[in-house]
């Protein structure tokens, strides 16, 4: 795909070349905010970040979106950093894995959450509904969190907000 560039008529832009997000600015924030989680037991090496960014990137891509400066996944760790399932075993997977769940919901309630409202929510879910597993809300749970965000938010349509009402919600799990 290729868009014209105002400044010059003749000229191209390759949709490919545009970066979806800045990789610097998300490195140097999540380097940063090592010092806030540190006081929860996690840290991120510089192989986890690297990793976290490719990750990001890749998130970026699949679901067709941007992120400007350095993006959410520093607010994703530092909303999560306090949740009792976090550990530092599974810091830097928790983070991959978040982010694109984060990127999947946002699309399927079509930008009508907030970021971080988003974030709190996913983080809410996380803990009480998916008891610490972020495979459990990716590979099953994906259609329930979205449910659950867009009941917390009030843009349910009615009849599935009945049909989705707290005293119908069932863990198949227990």
Known sequence: MHFKNSNDRNSLININQIKLSDSNALKNALVELNGTTAEYGLFLTVKQINRLSDAVGKALRES??????SGI?????????????????????LLEDLI???????????????????????????????????????????????????????????????????ESYTDERT
């Open 64 to 69: 067709d979106r941007i992120e400007i400066g």
């Open 73 to 93: 996944l520093p607010v994703i760790a530092e909303e999560f950093c306090t949740s009792v399932f976090v550990t530092r075993e599974n810091y830097a997977q």
């Open 100 to 166: 694109y769940i984060f990127f999947q919901v946002k699309t399927a309630v079509c930008d009508r959450v907030s970021d971080k409202d988003l974030v709190r929510l996913l983080k809410d879910y996380y803990e009480n509904k998916a008891m610490g597993s972020a495979e459990v809300i990716g590979e099953r749970d994906i259609d329930l969190l979205v449910k659950y965000i867009e009941m917390e938010k009030g843009i349910l349509g009615d009849s599935l907000a009945d049909a989705y009402d707290s």
